[in-house]
């Protein structure tokens, strides 16, 4: 045991060291904020560090992570941070002059998950991120494949609508 | 997968910005299984108590096992978190030490007080703004905090040149941030940051800082305040009967008070949490004085308030020009907006409505706004 923490179970820290950082980008895109998405990891890691050996025995650790980031994110988020409200037109947080392109290009993707809703924005990242499959994604979202597939060609047709994604296209396509 | 979906699988893996990592991650989960773990431990202790209490009071009290109670609850934080009230105790900014791989701050905070501490006169009286505690998210903000850069950056957020001395704009500030964060086993510490010189130090480290955690702060904390303040305590105050016209003139040093604005990050969204109330008053202008000629309060849908006035505004706001002196024009005819938001604070707009219309001295009042108040308190008669 070290001062300020107990010794990790055994192959937790090479766990951590090999996968946290895929975790950690799937965070992001499901909060929208580094600060947020290392919370959201780290409270997911720690759960798992306390029933590791479990976690380990069941075959797939990363597997449990995974489905655990994104019901905590699911239902966690709901409670924690139930006094944001989500607005229909989400701040710009963009400075005119001050950011780089590809800022903004982050920007602007950032704002248009913002206005997916949490389950939307789950299943998209869990689909085209994690490359789940409809069936998986259900299963890791405790929900039925028909919402999946609802919910998901909603949230596609949203992104594919959303203003600042094509202003995002638009100027991809210009040499 | 067809070439939309391939589309925006690309779009969302190019989204994600180099995040950083804590310097050992481990550690950091470590300490959360800890106090969680500890946290277990007291919960379990209440309920042993409680139970015993509950089976065995005569006896606890008048017996001999008194002694065995196991305290209820961990700790809370020890020492106390008093805002410096002037620089002078602060580190000399050159002589700590940056670039080490050192954290700036201890992680185990319970607690984080932002101090505006004054610089030379400091603010005017009414843009004083007392400590700020922040009790949840309390990791973030010191994770935030040793998650900044090693050393001095400049403007654009790069390092200087190695063997650069401390360089420092001149910008007149009239205070400085300090944040205090309380720890349940060890003794406060204390980080100063330095606006001029963008770096935040303790006793003995010292680090460049974006400020982006002063942000962090302020989100956090309108978010507690949300999460602890019930709506139905939160409400304007009435219309006064009479309301001197030359607080209207622009440069005002009484110009319209905006309380929201102090815990607001977002320098371009004046509301950002939902309205809880409104009150509007109309004044028209005899003499030196607006004489109160309607008014109305309202809670129901109040929240729409929001959006026009966010706009009305905001950073593509119109700017109007009712001018200054020697040609400034008196109004003759203005309403004041107060709302209240479910933070419990409030912001005064002041709209004018003759012989120039204007929100806030500054901005053009838009067609929006004005059907609003006209909602509110009728149609501004012509003159």
Known sequence: MTDRYPAPPEGFADFVAARSGALLRSAWLLTGDAGRAEDLLQTVLAAAWRRWPTVVAAGHPEAYLRRALFTTYVSWWRRRWRSEFPAAAPPDHSRPGDLARESADRDAVRRALARLSRQQRAIVVLRYVEDLSVERTAQVLGCSTNTVKVQSSRALRSLRTDPDLNLFTNREVVP | ?383
């Open chain 2, 1 to 383: 997968m067809t070439r939309d979906d391939e589309d925006i699988r690309g779009l969302l893996a190019g989204a994600v910005p180099p995040l950083a990592a804590p310097p050992d991650r481990v550690a950091e989960v470590g300490v959360r299984v800890r106090r969680h773990r500890r946290r277990m431990a007291g919960g379990a202790a209440a309920v042993a108590l409680t139970v015993g209490l509950g089976i065995g009071l005569p006896a606890l009290v008048a017996g001999p096992g008194r002694d065995d109670v196991i305290p209820l609850v961990t700790p809370g934080p020890r020492g106390d978190a008093n805002c410096p009230t002037s620089l002078d105790g602060r580190p000399d900014l050159r002589f700590v030490r940056y670039g080490d791989d050192e954290p700036l701050v201890p992680t185990g905070a319970v607690e984080v007080t932002s101090c505006q501490v004054p610089v030379a006169g400091g603010p005017h009286p009414a843009n004083r703004i007392g400590p700020r505690t922040l009790t949840t998210g309390v990791d973030e903000i010191v994770r935030l905090l040793n998650a900044q850069p090693p050393t001095q950056q400049d403007g654009r957020g790069r390092p200087l040149p190695d063997g650069q001395q401390m360089r420092c704009t001149l910008k007149a500030t009239y205070e400085e941030t300090v944040l205090v964060l309380r720890y349940p086993d060890r003794d406060p510490v204390t980080v100063w940051t330095d606006e001029n010189c963008r770096v935040a130090v303790t006793a003995t480290h010292g680090r460049g800082i974006d400020f982006g955690v002063i942000r962090t702060f302020l989100d956090r904390y309108r978010a507690q305040l949300v999460a602890t303040t019930d709506p139905a305590t939160v409400t304007t105050p009435a219309c006064a009967a009479t309301f001197p016209v030359q607080r209207m003139r622009k440069g005002s040093e009484d110009g319209p008070l905006d309380r929201i604005d102090f815990n607001n990050s977002d320098p371009y969204l004046a509301l950002p949490t939902p309205l809880i109330e409104v009150t509007a008053c109309r004044y028209e202008v005899r003499g030196e004085t607006g004489e109160l000629v309607g008014q109305q309060r309202r809670r129901a849908g109040a929240d729409q308030l929001r959006a026009v006035l966010n706009q009305a505004v905001g950073r593509s706001a119109e700017r109007s020009d009712c001018g200054d002196w020697p040609d400034y024009e008196e109004p003759t005819l203005f309403d004041t907006l107060t709302v209240a938001d479910a933070t419990g604070e409030t912001a005064e707009f002041w709209i004018r409505h003759e012989p120039c219309r204007s929100v806030n001295f500054l901005h053009a009042l838009t067609p929006e706004l004005r059907d609003a108040m006209t909602d509110l308190l009728g149609q501004p008669p012509s003159r």
